[in-house]
């Protein structure tokens, strides 16, 4: 088993920036795929970024590409979203998630989920 706790989330005005954690404890964290999904009001649950226990490569859902990192520190059993230039249309909840695939990118492929931190972006 992989817990999960997110934090960092907050409300924040358009153009600015946040920076989502997301603390692992259980399994050996260095072995997940580890990631984060994002599910907006009456909308489903969809992919963020991705990222393996190396570091690379990374993957980003488009919308986000060049805007948002995700790193991790496999010493410390965390991951990390730094998101900028933020806009209302990425509020929602984001969740941090693991896969013990090598590659990881569908909610199906990830097998642990966290309870979620509200990100709301203002105009």
């Known amino acids: 088993q992989v817990q999960l706790v997110e934090s960092g989330g907050g409300l924040v005005q358009a153009g600015g920036s946040l920076r989502l954690s997301c603390a692992a404890s259980?399994?050996?964290?260095?072995?997940?795929?580890m990631g984060w999904f994002r599910q907006a009001p009456g909308k489903g649950r969809e992919f963020v970024a991705s990222?393996?226990?190396?570091?690379?490569?990374?993957y980003y859902e488009d919308s986000v590409k060049g805007r948002f990192t995700i790193s991790r520190d496999n010493v410390k059993n965390a991951v990390y979203l730094q998101m900028n230039s933020l806009t209302p249309e990425d509020t929602a909840v984001y969740y941090c998630?693991?896969?013990?695939?090598?590659?990881?990118?569908?909610?199906?492929?990830?097998?642990?989920w966290g309870q979620g931190t509200q990100v709301t972006v203002s105009s």
């Open positions: 998630a693991a896969s013990r695939k090598i590659i990881a990118k569908n909610q199906g492929e990830f097998d642990y």
């Open positions: 259980g399994r050996t964290f260095s072995n997940y795929v």
């Open positions: 990222i393996p226990w190396s570091g690379r490569p990374t």
